[in-house]
C-alpha cells in the first residue's frame, strides 16, 4: 500500500459536542464538517440499547427540510428508527434507510463516545 493510499483511506474524527448536550431518545443537530463540505448532522442517543448513538443526515430528502433531529424515534421490527416529523417517513438510523421510499435515503457517518465527547467521522 502506498503513503497516499493509507492517508485517503485514513479517518478523521472530530469533536462535535459532549455526552451532556444529548438527550435521550431524542435528536440533537449539529455542523460537520465534511470533505464536501458542512453539513447537518442529526445525532440519536438510545441509552441501553446494542448501539447507543448514531448519525444520520439532518436534511429530509422528501420533505426537502433540516428537520430530522426533531423526528420521533421508534423501533421497526427491532431496528432503531427515526420518524420525519413532515411526513412521517420512518428512516433506520444503523443505514440512513426509508423504510416506506426505496432507494430513499439519509446518509449516515460513524460516531462514537471518546469519554464524554461525542466524535464523529467524517
Request: aromatic share 8%; net charge negative.
Amino acid at each position: 500500500m502506498s503513503t497516499a493510499t493509507a492517508l485517503k483511506n485514513e479517518v478523521t474524527w472530530q469533536p462535535l459536542c459532549s455526552k451532556a448536550d444529548l438527550v435521550a431518545f431524542s435528536g440533537v443537530a449539529a455542523w460537520l464538517e465534511t470533505t464536501g463540505g458542512p453539513a447537518q448532522v442529526a445525532l440519536f442517543y438510545i441509552p441501553g440499547h446494542e448501539t447507543e448513538l448514531f448519525a444520520v443526515d439532518n436534511h429530509d430528502p422528501l420533505g426537502n427540510a433540516n428537520v430530522i433531529a426533531r423526528g420521533i424515534i421508534g423501533d421497526v421490527k427491532g431496528e432503531p428508527v427515526v420518524a420525519s416529523p413532515l411526513y412521517k417517513q420512518h428512516y433506520r438510523l444503523r443505514d440512513g434507510a426509508c423504510l416506506e421510499e426505496p432507494g430513499v435515503s439519509l446518509r449516515t457517518w460513524p460516531v462514537k463516545f471518546d469519554g464524554n465527547r461525542v466524535m464523529v467521522a467524517a
